[in-house]
């Protein structure tokens, strides 16, 4: 009888300390489920004001012939891209929906063979894009052109066209790098390899009717972004990673502490601490250069990217095998021990067993749409400069591929003192 009257007494106890601070405790419990739901409205509605109010321009880039320099020149053009990082507070964010930072499209095309290099950027930074590209290849011929999109019906597939397409994604953690250009190395000779000439390879070998699009949507992110990898570095190096606890694990502990606390006092659990042997002992060779080269792609600037295929054709010159050769050319870019590119299943539109035809078509008008409008939707890949340099970058002079176009001839400035008009 004691202990029901002791079990009513702390409910009772209970129950006053609800009716004096609700006021604090509901908007605890509450909070989480505000925070997703209005952040869902503001970034909806800043996406639309967001997108209706920029101008876009689009570049296409002639390479110049000879080009005798690593990729290394273009991850010095990804890096100049970074100057348009912008910083904002938690009123712009939350109240005014700032959460749309510039960005920049990368596109490689093939157009019945014919290869193009495009960049899709902001029309107030098109003297910026400009004079990276310049800075970097001073022989390159930049041309104002329009979007190649624009060609192609705006719904596909339709009883004309059809239409193969997938997002990308990693293998392993963002922060541990894919194989990058300077792994790309003869072994008798010494001389670095261009892995774009595998790609440029499978585009230029499509024919009528057939196009293939690679897009790499690009968002410069600040260097507080890194912390987030920390336990990735933490895990590499074998030490013990704890994860945060969320606020609802943390209202549940505090209820859970507060009712234990009337039978006896609270005892807090303690991590343990481990004695962890010296780092060159408790890793192996591979583990040691994994960890050196995470570190190293952390220590440049990162990109918040979303990469993705299409290769859509007429249905009469419909050819599914160049999707076979153009994502095994990506393959090059895979290093088993690092990080591997994969496509990603939620978006592909192959391998779905339940409503097949059906399902599959709307994912390929889904991707399609996202192609066309530069989506960032959904998962998205932490590129580094160096990374993004190796995938997209002008081939070198020995790269013979005729369906890329060059400059023919160097263009010279014209005189600093030249009289005008």
């Known amino acids: 009888m004691n202990e029901i009257s002791q079990e009513f007494q702390i ?39 967001w997108n209706a109010s920029q101008e876009w321009i689009f570049l296409e880039a002639i390479p110049p012939r000879d080009i ?101 994604e990693l293998v392993s953690d963002d922060p541990i790098p894919i194989k990058t250009y300077d792994k790309f190395e003869e072994m008798v000779t010494g001389e670095t390899i261009d892995p774009m000439a595998a790609i440029t390879e499978v585009l230029g070998k499509l024919g009528p009717g057939q196009h293939l699009w690679l897009q790499l949507v690009l968002q410069p992110l600040p260097e ?15 030490e013990p990673v704890i994860a945060p606890k969320g606020i609802w694990e943390s209202i549940i502990e505090l209820f859970s502490v507060f009712f234990r606390a009337f039978w006896g006092p609270v005892e807090f659990g303690s991590v343990e601490k481990k004695d962890l042997q010296p780092l060159e002992f408790r890793l192996s060779p591979g583990e040691k250069e994994l960890l050196k080269a995470t570190e190293e792609n952390l220590g440049k600037n990162i990109f918040k990217t979303k990469m993705r295929m299409i290769y859509l054709g007429r249905r009469e010159n419909f050819d599914r095998s160049f999707v076979g050769a153009f994502i095994g050319a990506l393959k090059q870019f895979n290093d088993i021990g690092f990080n591997q590119i994969k496509p990603e299943d939620i978006s592909k539109t192959y391998g779905i067993i339940f409503a097949k035809e059906k399902r599959a078509d709307f994912r390929k008008r889904k991707i399609y749409d996202r192609y066309r409008r530069r989506n960032m939707d959904g998962k998205n890949i932490i590129f580094s400069t160096k990374e993004l340099a190796t995938i997209f970058h002008f081939p070198d002079m020995n790269v013979k591929t005729p369906a890329i176009p060059r400059v023919a001839s160097k263009l010279g400035s014209a005189p600093i003192n030249l009289p005008v008009e």
Not at 224 to 236: E, G, H, Q, S, T
Request: glycine share 4%; hydrophobic share 40%; aromatic share 20%.
């Open 224 to 238: 507080a972004n890194k912390k987030k990898y920390d336990a990735v570095i933490k895990k590499l190096k074998g």
């Open 68 to 168: 005798e320099r690593s990729p290394k020149i273009m991850e010095n053009f990804f890096t100049g891209l970074t100057g348009v990082l912008t910083t904002y507070n938690t009123f712009d964010e939350y109240l005014k929906g700032a959460f749309w930072h510039d960005r920049f499209s990368m596109e490689l095309v093939s157009e019945e063979g014919r290869i193009h290099f495009y960049v899709r950027a902001q029309k107030k930074y098109r003297n910026m894009v400009e004079a990276q590209l310049y800075a970097q290849y001073p022989d390159i011929e930049i041309l104002e052109t329009e979007d190649y999109y624009k060609n192609f019906p705006k719904i596909i597939p339709n009883k004309n066209w059809d239409l193969w397409g997938t997002d990308f």
């Open 11 to 49: 409910l009772k106890i209970f129950g006053e300390v609800i009716s004096f601070f609700w006021w604090i405790i509901l908007p605890l419990c509450f909070y989480p489920i505000f925070k997703i739901l209005w952040v869902d409205f503001v970034a909806f509605y800043s996406a639309n004001s």
